[in-house]
């Protein structure tokens, strides 16, 4: 027998059918977004315990009106001054015991970081948009001091340490940074409280 | 002479199109691999708020979605009002999440119910009173950790 060469194989529908399973797949993408804000509910309200009593000076209150109007510290206010509004409120250092606070020690603003609370109180007509973008203002004001403290003590950003910590692969790089993160997050603890308002 | 001269009159010759499946198979892999299959079929309006302090959800398996919205195009006849969606269903009975924290609880197993989020998301137009009907059921099976599902743009813009 004489050899013959094996005759090819005509590729050239191989085109059509990639399409066609890439035009599927196109159609049914649905980039997800797994991006959002994490938060921590409070546990169930046990009547034993009393609500501690804060001072009116510790205590940061933004109010959130069911037509979406901003009322902070009974004065209203546009979105955009609230992150500063609050960094001024937890940085202030009234009683001039934080060694790594900047702020003016202004007499009605909080007296140390560890003791200043947020309020949120929102009506239950109040828009999901709306309450989002507070706590969003709220939680950036925390990040931008945590921030400041994690570049001074540690030369690197608070949000890129607790990045570290998550990637962190072995036990020991875990509880490296774990430390780091807990250090600076006993700098500026976030102490927000919600309740709906009453009308 | 005519070394380089052109054959008078030949045609060109036709673009090989050989490489075109493998381009082609490279998109499609692409496409495959970024694809997340949706899991719920959405029975409301589902547009996320923006936020730019956002954190990425560690595991996607300990978490369990909860939507929020108005009942979508087509979905009237479950009126007009903002409802909560699980799973595939519409409900009115708020009490429900109870047993869908309960069952997810189940399904992640014993060492992850400690790490289980509940996922948020709700309609930009919804209203808070809705969201903290739903977050007082959650504090009810103490399951606290939870998350607002947005996505990441600056929220101060109007819509």
Redesign the interface.
């Known amino acids: 027998m004489a050899k013959r060469a094996a005759p090819e194989v005509n ?2 529908s ?2 059509d059918i ?2 066609l ?2 035009i599927f ?2 159609v ?17 309200f046990d009547e034993r315990i009393k609500p501690p009593i804060i001072k009116q000076k510790n205590l940061f209150t933004v109010i ?1 009106s069911k037509d979406n109007q901003l009322l902070v510290e009974e004065e209203p206010m546009e ?2 001054d609230l992150r500063e509004a609050t960094i001024a409120f937890l940085d202030n250092n009234g009683d001039g015991k934080c060694a790594y606070c900047k702020g003016k020690k202004d007499e009605d603003l909080s007296a140390h970081p560890n003791k200043a609370v947020i309020s949120v109180q ?8 709306s ?3 507070i ?3 709220l ?2 004001a925390y ?1 931008f001091l945590r921030n400041r403290e994690a570049q001074r003590l540690f030369g690197e950003s608070y949000l890129s340490i607790v990045q570290k910590w ?1 990637d962190a692969e072995s036990d020991e790089e875990k509880e490296e940074w774990d430390k780091k993160r807990e250090e600076i997050k006993k700098m500026f603890p976030e102490k927000i409280s919600e309740s ?1 308002a009453k009308e | 002479m005519s070394k380089f001269k052109k054959g008078g009159g030949k045609e060109l010759p036709a673009i090989s ?2 490489s ?2 493998d381009i ?2 490279m ?2 892999f692409f ?2 691999v ?5 899991e719920n079929t959405l029975l409301i309006d589902n547009k ?11 595991s ?1 398996s300990a978490v369990m979605y909860i939507y929020a919205g108005k009942p979508g195009e087509g979905y009237k006849k479950f009126g007009t009002e903002a409802k909560v969606q699980l799973n595939d269903k519409l409900v009115s009975n708020l009490t429900e999440i109870q047993t869908f924290v309960q069952e997810n609880r189940n399904k992640v197993g014993e060492t992850q119910v400690g790490k289980l ?1 509940a ?1 948020l998301k ?8 809705l ?2 009907d739903v ?1 007082e059921q ?3 099976v ?11 743009g600056d ?2 813009k109007k ?1």
Do not use: W
């Not at chain 1, 049914?28 to 169930?44: A, F, H, Q, V």
């Not at chain 1, 929102?122 to 948009?129: H, L, M, Q």
């Not at chain 2, 103490?142 to 990441?152: D, G, H, P, S």
């Open positions: 590729a050239g191989m085109a990639a399409f399973l890439l797949f196109l049914t993408t649905t980039i997800e977004s797994d991006t959002g804000i994490n938060r921590k509910l409070p546990p169930k959130v979105l955009k929102n009506s239950r007509e109040t828009n999901y948009a309450y989002i973008a706590q969003n203002e939680i950036a990040n998550k709906e | 199109t050989a075109l499946p082609v198979f998109l499609l496409f495959m970024a694809t997340v299959m949706r996320l708020p923006y936020a730019d302090q956002v954190e990425k959800l560690e996607r989020l996922a709700v309609d930009k137009n919804t209203n808070m009173g969201i903290g977050k959650l504090r009810e103490n399951q606290l950790k939870i998350n607002y599902a947005t996505l990441n929220p101060t819509k």
